[in-house]
């Protein structure tokens, strides 16, 4: 009992910044949400006609939540449930895979198994700690959706459902751990598994029945096979029913239940699944640094390419259903039309999903950076530093292999915008306007680049979390922030909102000169500071 406690101490100190960003940008995600909706959707009619049209639309369905009214709260949730849901599925994967097959990579893990805590006890305790985070981040949640006046048990079904959903992914984090050979795999799977069952809950959506009056939806069976499907199936603010939360928990532990087993028989160091035996000879392609960093990450940006397809396959396929949507909600076209500074509604829709392009490819910078931290806190990287390969240069192979990631997303959410017009006929016109606006993207997506660069020479402990922090940042600022009402300025503060644009038959240049001379200034600054800095192994 007393190792148990000295490992759950430990690991909520190691987590505490960590867990306090995911746990308090959940809870205000919610909040500001309800802030939003207020605004925008003020009336039962401009959210009646906004659920009528999302259910008629199967593509619109694939990417919100489970309809189940047009009052207030069960609206909020319609629009915001995935996404806090998504919220606790990232932050409990992670934990689990950080603190069972990461430790066994770093040797941790069988430091402590000599210790009188065996094998099993860091794995309960990492459980614990996973439930507790969850825990918090449903009270949270709950609480600031108290505070903005709605009703009690809905507030507290919504924001135990979010956390019910973390448990199921906690689970999902653990057993990842057992089956794969490194964390980065795990970490890997995890991630499409939720990608997955996302997409499973969406379409299970799609594909259900709705009312005659088109404000609810009965689910397919499809919904079942997913735990985002489970916490939706709650539906808060209007059945309030508990049992889909109690089996999101039960088969989370049930999972977390089969890890320790797991666990308890396994070598240190092996997996279920065996690790993939790697070619005699190295390729021509390994001879310098880069070539090294391109074969490490091309399979995550290939991912973050997909995702860019995707992106650019919905803005000008969706461009038609917003038409229809303008029509019959003035708020949303008032909305669509400062946007694109009172050009059309498709122009509108490509602003919109291209600065979500922004921060996938900002996402996929970000971790290509962050694996330089990676291979320093294994001392993979001292063995290339050993070679002539000075500090300046290993650096700015991660630099130049994310800069080629975020061309590869944007560009591949070119392909997608082109095949959404190919698909429904449209209009070919808007094509200069992708390319305007994705150019724009490339920029803005490089300020995170060498924002991160920067952080890891600086303070090479926080590169992985302060990274992320800042994409998180410019994405609530640039995304929500026109939605909260967030003065101008503010929202001009995210890269993505102050990049290029296109402006009716023009092109407004926005931030784009203050973009260049940040991106130069701090990459300047990152190539001198990092002749002089010493390798900083212990993460």
């Known amino acids: 009992m007393n190792a148990f406690a000295t490992l759950l101490r430990e690991r ?21 949400t309800y802030v939003g909706v207020t605004q925008s959707y003020g009336t039962q009619q401009d959210r009646e006609a906004l659920l009528a049209t999302a259910i008629a639309n199967p593509v619109i369905m694939l990417f919100r939540g489970l309809p189940s009214g047009a009052d207030e709260g069960a609206f909020m949730l319609f629009l915001i449930f995935p996404f806090l849901a998504i919220d606790a599925a990232f932050m409990s994967s992670f934990l689990a895979v950080r603190h069972t097959r990461m430790d066994e990579e770093l040797g941790r893990t069988e430091l402590v198994a000599a210790t009188p805590a065996g094998r099993t006890v860091p794995v309960l305790a990492t459980v614990a700690h996973g439930l507790l985070a969850n825990l918090g981040l449903a009270l949270l949640t709950s609480l600031a959706l108290l505070s903005t006046g709605l009703a009690a048990g809905g507030s507290f079904v919504a924001g135990f459902g979010a956390g019910a959903v973390g448990v199921t992914f906690l689970g999902i984090g653990l057993i990842a751990g057992q089956l794969m050979r490194t964390s980065r795999g795990a970490n890997a799977l995890a991630v499409w598994i939720l990608l997955l069952t996302f997409l499973l809950a969406g379409l299970g959506n799609a594909l259900g029945t709705p009312t005659a ?13 997913s735990p985002f499907g489970w916490g939706e199936q709650s539906r808060p603010f209007a059945d309030d029913a508990l049992w889909p939360l109690v089996l999101c928990v039960v088969f989370g532990l049930a999972l977390a239940a089969a890890s320790v087993a797991i666990q308890s028989t396994r070598d240190f160091g092996a997996s279920l699944v065996p690790e993939r035996r790697g070619r005699p000879d190295a390729s021509a392609s390994l001879a310098g640094p880069t070539g090294l960093v391109w074969r490490l990450t091309r399979g995550s940006i290939l991912g973050w390419a997909a995702g860019g397809l995707l992106t650019g396959l919905l803005a000008t396929s969706l461009a038609g259903v917003l038409a229809d949507v303008v029509t019959e909600l003035p708020s949303v076209q008032a909305i669509l039309e400062v946007i694109s500074a009172n050009g059309s509604i498709a122009q509108g829709a490509v602003i919109i999903f291209f600065e979500m392009l922004g921060i996938l490819a900002a996402c996929a910078a970000v ?26 240069r290993w650096l700015s192979g991660y630099v130049v292999v994310g800069f080629a990631a975020i061309v590869i997303v944007v560009a591949s959410a070119v392909v997608g915008a082109a095949l959404g017009i190919a698909g429904r006929d449209g209009d070919w016109s808007l094509m200069g306007d992708v390319a305007v606006v994705g150019s724009g993207q490339v920029v803005a997506a490089s300020v995170f680049l060498v924002l991160t660069a920067l952080v890891f020479v600086l303070a090479p402990r926080v590169t992985i979390p ?43 240049l926005q931030g784009l000169w203050g973009l260049l001379v940040a991106i130069a200034v701090i990459g300047g600054a990152t190539a001198a500071l990092m002749r002089r800095r010493e390798l900083a192994p212990a993460g």
């Open 466 to 508: 302060l990274g992320w922090t800042l994409v998180m940042l410019a994405m609530v600022l640039g995304l929500f922030g026109p939605l909260f009402g967030f003065p101008d300025w503010l929202v001009h503060a995210a890269p993505i909102a102050a990049a290029p644009t296109v402006n009716g038959d023009g092109v407004d």
């Open 367 to 392: 971790q290509t950076v962050c694996r330089a931290r990676s291979e320093e806190a294994h001392g993979t990287a001292e063995a290339v530093l050993a070679t002539p390969v000075d500090r300046v």
């Open 12 to 32: 909520i100190r190691r987590d505490r910044w960590q867990l306090l960003m995911w746990i308090v940008g959940t809870a205000l995600l919610a909040y500001l």
């Open 213 to 225: 009056d088109l404000q609810r939806i009965e689910s397919s069976w499809l919904t079942w096979l």
